[in-house]
Every structure is written in C-alpha cells, then in structure tokens.
C-alpha cells in the first residue's frame, strides 16, 4: 500500500484525531505515527526510524525535575534490550528469554504476561545473549519472534495466544532477538545464526494467520535454475562450492535488526549480516585458496517492495567482508539538503566504522566518512567503495592482524537517534580492536560453537598486569553527535567503557542515553552537555522512549546490563572500567516523580580459589582450543568471565572432574541454558577445558596477589 504526502495528511483526520487515540493499529495510524506524539506504536516510533519524539514537557529547563515514577524488577536476569510500546496508556515490553509483560503506562500496575516457554537449550544458538529488542503491532494483536524461531501474535488486552507460527528450521542454528515490523497487514521478521553456520532470509508473514507470503533470501543457496534473477546475480560473487552443498553452512547474511520503511517510496530497507564463516578464504576461496569475491548480500543495505518481496536496490558496505562486519545496525531515514539538493537519504552506522549516507530512492552512494578510528580501509572512492587496507586481508594474506574496529564494531545494535531540528544523528559509538588469526585446517561443526575460521582465542590476554592495563586503555565508548551533511563530529561525551545504550532524541532539546557505568542521562542536544543522570544501579544498554498519559510526559528505559560486549569481552576489563552487574528493571521518569529504588545490592565475587594446576601442557593447550571455539562466547575469553554469565574460574564443578562431565557433555543445567556439548566435544576435550580453566584460575588468583600488594605499597 502506497502513501503520498497528499493522502497522509487526509488520512491523519481519521486516524490520529486525538492526541491519545483508542483503537487498533492499522496502515493509516502507522503511517502518520509521527503525528501521534502522545503514543510510541513502532518499534522505533515511526516507519523513519528516528528515535525522535516531539514531546517537550521535559526539556532543557525542566529536566533536573524529572525523577522515577515508577518501576518493575524482571525476572530474567540477563541482558535487556527492548524498546517498549505505548498504545492508548498501556505499556508492553519484551525482556529476555522472549518475554512479554503489559503494565499501566501511568502507574506501573501489572495488566498481563505472556511467557513463550522457550527451552533453556536454546541460548547456545544465541550468538550475543538471550535478548529481545521488542514488539510489534497491528489491529488489536502484538507480534513477537521468540529466540527459538516463532513467531507469535497476542491479543493486545489479555495476552492470549492469537496464533504462532515457527519461522525457522529448529534444527539448525537459528535464533531471533529483532523487533518485527508490520506493513499494511504484512508482519516482517528475519532471524540471526551466521556465526553458526545458517542462511540468511527475510520473511512475510500474513498479520490475520501467520500464513509466509514470501521470503526474501539474502544469499544464493547454489540451486541457479530455481532461484531468482538477483540471487543469480550475487552468485557471481561468490567462488568455491560451500554454498549448496552438504559440507557447507549456508553463507550467513542473517537478517537479525534494522529495518525501515518508506511509504511514499514503498520501500522497505533492512541490513544484510555477516558471512558464515567470518573468514572468507574458507567461505569464498579462490583458486589459490584465498577468499575471492564480494559476497552479495553480506553486509549490504537492499531495498525491496514490502508487497512482494520483489529486489528493487543494494548497497554494499562492505565488500568481501571477513571480519564480522555486518550492515543489519540501525537504519535511519530522513529528508535534507546536501550540496543545494533537497534530498530522499537513508544514513547508517554499521559496524566498519563508515557513517554512510545514501540516496534512499535509487541506492545512490552520497558520502562516507570514518566516524571512528579504523585500518581496515584506508579511504573510500568516489563511488562508494572502500579502499581495503591489504595488511588486514588476513582471508588473502592467511596471516593474523590487529584489526580496528573488532568484530563488535565501532556501533553495534544499539539504536541511534536523528533530530531533525539539529540535523544532527547521534551515535552510541565505541572503540575496540581484534586479533584475527586465521585458524589452520578449519572445519565447520553443524552441532555446537561458532563457525568463523578463526582461532579466537589467539588474542586471549596473558595474566599480566601491565598488558592488561594498556589493552585497558585502548578501549573506550562514546556518545557522537554526528553532522550527516559536513561528515564530521559537532561534540562528543566519553563514557566509562564501551557497549553504552541507545538513543532518544526529543523536541526537549534533549537527547537521553543509558550507559555502561550504571547510568541514565540526559544531555543537551545541541552541546551535549549533561543537564541530569539517575544511578540506574546496572548497565542500560536498551534504547529510551517517551509518551503521554493524560497530559503528563514519561520517559522509560529497560534496564539490565548484557549482550554480547557483556559476554564475549574479557570480564577483567570490563570489572575494571567500572564493575557492572545486571539487575533487570523497566525505569519509567515523569517530572516530580518520587518513587525510589531499593538500596543497591553489595557487589561481590567469590574468591578464586581453584584446586591445583597439575595437567600436562598438551592437554591445557588442547583446552585453550575447544574452550575458545566452544565456550568463550558465552563464559569469555581466556575464562576471565562477566558478571551476568558464571565465572567458570569460580565454578564450584571446577573441583570435581564428574560434575563437570555431567554438566558440559550430559547437559545437566539445560533448562537453564547450558546445553550438551557431547555432539562436538569427547569426554576427554571437556577434561582438558576444565583443566585449561584450572591453569588460567591459578594464573588470575597470583595476579589479584600481585595487584593486592601494589595497592597496599601505594598506600
């Protein structure tokens, strides 16, 4: 269904004529969401993508007023990333583990939950954590995807199951954590696992039944005959056999977050993930056996008709990607003068560090400039390919290199916001390098662990103080006002680590942002200076919004510190930036609001205190392998872990060599989400990654020793 300017306004008078309108969510109310300041009924407010709310009852002059109406403790301890939705004063978010509550938008009264049950098993195929990014609606339904691969519709007033649908083959690796978007009665959704090994798509699926309309493949799947003609095309980019056949693992490209949507276009853009597996000489080999080709669709911006699925454009970031470099992170669009040219842009922040602004209508490159440190690329040419950098072509070279931005990128998933009267997108940006170190005699394992092609565990960090600190001092996150028109910084706030939260912009002249320091902030949007902050008592890495409830404006927050910068990050840099823990919580502010949280929980570790380290060097080194393959992601690198996952080092089964088989090969806390590893890995790995985990306990416990005694001679 396709909308001009004209018909919007006409349809505002019968959709949005009050500023708290009742009723269920259909195109027209959709489509002129912007106009209906007093609700948030998009995942990011509008089909724009924005992050921007007119409000302005808290604004630059009233916001040291404005303090905690009221909140909710979760039941999901683990990272929170939703967006909430507010529809005619009810408030519905999403939490981990696929969760989904509704409360009074006004006072916090319980009205509903829904838990989809999804097995505890399931969080191995998680990439980045258990998370879930929020809701979608349409009618008098919501529409969640499940982290398992189904997706659900509810009744908006009771909760009840309407209808599901599984999106996915439950077999292999796929999961979902995105928010689904609703397009005249389409509900669109893709689905992540390319770390793992899976093909990536995105799917239509009928909002009345769950029907799939159509499927939109992002890589070709080797079958030329039968696949359409822009997938015959991206199969000239690719070299080799994997794609296709039994030894393959599908390509990747998983569609797993940003979507936007042009009414007046009839566009709908969404970003292409990464490659499976990351290193394209195992992927796309060449010839010689070095990674050859582009690799359409990975890391692609594509427009496509939301009707159909029908490809219409693309735009690739980057080329040939083998670094983790995806383009899914969020899609902003917005109309602007550039070079005396009103113009139709799309603009993005993906993960290689280019802020990218494009024509939204043709695909047309625009700019790209750095928006933080890289070496990946030494330059953009003029039509909008990157100059690659041949020392970090480590799938060409097949040797390691120290590259920047890693593999979280320089932004991540976090949502960034636009302010239109600024002309100013704002960034949650973060600085952070990876060794990638290509892993000989490479071989992808469909049952269990990631399938890079890389050993990640060659970039572990020794037991050294020293290093430490200096790695320490290379790693830093930032909040980036950024002019899309000049290419450039207009100011910047320096946050105590990175992984810090999304955005909101609002006609307040206000921009809020949580952050990795247990922080919830508002600053000024033109100079980003701080006007307040509340101690939100965990990381918040979840995007705010706002609305209105009988005139009053509020502003709401998931809290809870996780994701993949939680997880996959060596727990002892981030301990040492600030200690964070994850207390699950939705904060919802209002001007004058009195409500307080509880005294904060004392924060501490069990001591390291592990048995001795008696195992013979080929067997640690044989542990240091399968645990960094294995194990890493989730418990981190080098066994250093965080503070949301169990720190192995401390395990009380690290003493017990029968409770660690029962657990890790006989999956004895699979309901809890640490699944069975017996398809991947013999009884005699999983002894040695205990032992391996032994040494580095030992390693880490003579290193405390070692920092004690130097705060004690400092004193």
């Known amino acids: 269904m396709k909308y001009g300017l004209a018909a919007a306004a006409a349809l505002l008078l019968a959709s949005c004529n009050s500023a708290e309108n009742e009723g269920g969510i259909d195109a027209m109310r959709l489509v002129n969401a912007d106009q209906d300041s007093a609700n948030w009924i998009s995942h990011g407010r509008t089909y724009s993508e924005q992050r921007f709310s007119p409000l302005d009852q808290v604004n630059r002059e009233t916001v040291s007023d404005l303090g905690l109406a009221w909140f909710v403790d979760m039941d999901t301890a683990r990272g929170q990333e939703a967006t909430p939705l507010v529809m005619d004063g009810k408030l519905y978010v999403t939490t981990a583990w696929s969760k989904v509550f509704a409360f009074d938008a006004a006072t916090g009264e319980p009205l509903w939950s829904y838990d989809p049950q999804v097995p505890g098993e399931t969080g191995v195929k998680a990439c980045c954590d258990v998370v879930n990014r929020g809701l979608a609606a349409w009618g008098d339904n919501l529409y969640l995807g499940t982290l398992d691969g189904r997706l659900v519709a509810l009744d908006r007033e009771t909760g009840e199951v309407a209808w599901e649908k599984v999106t996915v083959d439950q077999s292999k690796s796929y999961t979902i954590t995105g928010a689904p978007r609703v397009i005249d009665g389409k509900v669109l959704i893709g689905n992540g696992g390319a770390e793992f090994g899976v093909r990536g798509y995105i799917a239509a699926y009928d909002a009345e039944d769950g029907d799939e309309l159509w499927r939109f493949y992002t890589v070709p799947g080797g079958e030329d005959e039968d696949e359409p003609e822009y997938l015959k095309a991206a199969a000239e980019t690719w070299s080799g056999d994997v794609l296709g056949s039994e030894d393959g693992i599908g390509g990747g490209g998983t569609v797993w977050d940003s979507m936007a949507y042009d009414p007046e276009l009839d566009l709908l853009y969404f970003g292409v993930g990464n490659g499976s597996p990351w290193n394209r000489a195992y992927r796309s080999p060449g010839p010689d056996g070095k990674g050859e080709g582009d690799n359409l669709y990975l890391s692609s911006i594509v427009a496509i008709r939301p009707d159909t699925g029908d490809y219409v454009w693309h735009y690739q970031t980057t080329p040939g990607e083998t670094w983790d470099y995806t383009a899914t992170q969020h899609i902003i669009l917005a109309d602007m003068e550039i070079d005396g040219r009103e113009r139709q842009v799309l603009m993005q922040a993906p993960k290689n560090g280019y802020f990218y602004v494009l024509d939204r209508a043709t695909g047309e490159f625009l700019s790209a400039k750095p928006y933080i440190p890289q070496n990946w690329s030494t330059g953009m040419s003029e039509d909008g390919r990157p100059i690659m950098n041949p020392e970090t072509r480590v799938d060409i070279t097949g040797e390691p290199a120290l590259v920047m931005p890693g ?126 902050s509340f101690a939100a008592q965990t990381g918040v890495v979840a995007p705010p919004m706002t609305y209105t409830v009988n005139g009053e404006q509020y502003v709401a927050v998931l809290a809870g510190w996780g994701g993949a910068f939680a997880l996959s990050v060596d727990g002892e840099l981030i301990d040492q930036m600030k200690p964070v823990r994850n207390i699950s919580r939705l904060l919802v502010f209002k001007l004058g609001g009195e409500a307080q949280l509880p005294a904060e929980p004392d924060f501490a570790l069990a001591p390291l205190d592990p048995p001795l380290s008696r195992a013979s060097a080929e067997t640690i080194n044989v542990g240091r392998a399968k645990y960094a393959r294995y194990c890493a992601v989730c418990h981190a690198p080098a066994a250093v872990g965080s503070t949301e996952l169990p720190d192995l080092r401390r395990s009380g089964a690290l003493e017990n060599p029968a409770a660690w088989l029962q657990i890790v090969h006989g999956g004895a806390l699979q309901d809890n989400g640490m699944a069975s590893f017996a398809g991947s890995l013999s009884e005699d790995e999983i002894e040695a990654i205990r032992q391996y985990v032994i040494k580095r306990a030992n390693e880490d416990k003579a290193m405390e020793a070692e920092r004690a005694k130097t705060r004690v001679a400092k004193r």
């Not at 979280?408 to 002309?423: I, Q, R, S, V």
């Not at 006002?481 to 992984?499: I, L, N, S, T």
């Open 407 to 532: 593999p979280l990128g320089g932004h991540n998933w976090h949502p960034m916001a636009y302010h239109p009267d600024e002309n100013l997108v704002y960034i949650p940006a973060f600085e952070a390098a990876m060794l990638y170190a290509p892993e000989a005699n490479w071989k992808p394992d469909r049952a269990r662990g990631f399938n890079v092609g890389y050993d990640l565990g060659a970039g572990d960090l020794p037991p050294d103080l020293g290093i430490r600190r200096e790695v320490q001092g290379t790693i830093s996150g930032k909040l980036l006002a950024w002019d899309p028109v000049a290419q450039e910084v207009r100011w910047e706030v320096e946050h105590p680590g990175p992984w810090n939260g999304g955005l909101l912009a609002t006609g307040g002249g206000l921009v809020f942002q949580g952050n990795s320091g247990s922080e919830f902030a508002a600053y000024n949007s033109a100079t980003g200076d701080k006007l307040w």
